[in-house]
Nanobody
Framework: QVQLVESGGGLVQPGGSLRLSCAASGFAFSTYTMSWYRQAPGKERELVAAITSTGGSTNYVDSVKGRFTISRDNAKNTVYLQMNSLKPEDTAVYYC?????????????WGQGTQVTVSS
């Protein structure tokens, strides 16, 4: 049974930090690209950060570059998102995603999401 379980969300003041974790099970974690998406009320879900299966490459949406860092530990089947210098516009539900293409097959798994609220 595939599971992605996010944790670490919460309420933080502007300028503060949070570290999100996503624990994976039920699939070959180390072969998947892992990503964090977010969705704010009334907005479409957007890709925030992604990391390749080996961790050798990352990319970020422009609005979080220099503030957020994605990382993974394949031994622990976990992906992280370190969020620093948080802004009110970072408020959203953050989702973990696992993605893999194998030939003509595409695999996509999602977590249930964790709420991040940045407010004074």
């Amino acid at each position: 049974q595939v599971q992605l379980v996010e944790s670490g969300g919460g309420l933080v003041q502007p300028g503060g930090s949070l570290r999100l974790s996503c624990a994976a099970s039920g699939f070959a974690f180390s072969t998947y690209t892992m990503s964090w998406y977010r969705q704010a009320p009334g907005k479409e879900r957007e890709l925030v950060a992604a990391i390749t299966s080996t961790g050798g490459s990352t990319n970020y949406v422009d609005s979080v570059k220099g503030r957020f860092t994605i990382s993974r530990d394949n031994a622990k089947n976990t992906v992280y998102l370190q969020m620093n210098s948080l802004k009110p516009e970072d408020t959203a539900v953050y989702y973990c995603n696992a993605h893999r293409v194998a030939g003509r097959l595409t695999y996509d798994y999602w977590g249930q999401g964790t709420q991040v609220t940045v407010s004074s």
